[in-house]
């Protein structure tokens, strides 16, 4: 079993900051992606930002240049730095991985994290 667990939501000003982090933890042999979604109410689930395991970013358009992903594969946990949030920003975020289990199994799953509040308002 893997668990995906996040931290670091809460309430910001627009133009404040927030650092999300999600920590992977049980039978893991190895990571691949791990990347951020966030979902607001009325609306689908979109990718905010991603990362592999060598370090290369993906971003979505409206995040790119204000959010910072980053990650730790000694710790098993990926970062979002979130800087210049806007309203629009409102969501909650998950943290997802593509997790290989241990001992070495021949498929990757995606697991999920319990999703952890952001809300940008003055």
């Known amino acids: 079993q893997v668990q995906l667990v996040e931290s670091g939501g809460g309430l910001v000003q627009p133009g404040g900051s927030l650092r999300l982090s999600c920590a992977a933890s049980?039978?893991?042999?190895?990571?691949?992606?791990m990347g951020w979604y966030r979902q607001a109410p009325g609306k689908e689930r979109e990718l905010v930002a991603a990362i592999t395991s060598g370090g290369s970013t993906n971003y979505a358009d409206s995040v790119k240049g204000r959010f910072t992903i980053s990650r730790d594969n000694a710790k098993n946990t990926v970062y979002l730095q979130m800087n210049s949030l806007k309203p629009d920003d409102t969501a909650v975020y998950y943290c997802?991985?593509?997790?290989?289990?241990?001992?070495?199994?021949?498929?990757?799953?995606?697991?999920w994290g319990q999703g952890t509040q952001v809300t940008v308002s003055s």
């Open positions: 997802n991985a593509e997790v290989r289990g241990s001992p070495p199994e021949p498929d990757e799953y995606d697991y």
């Open positions: 049980g039978s893991i042999f190895s990571i691949s992606a």
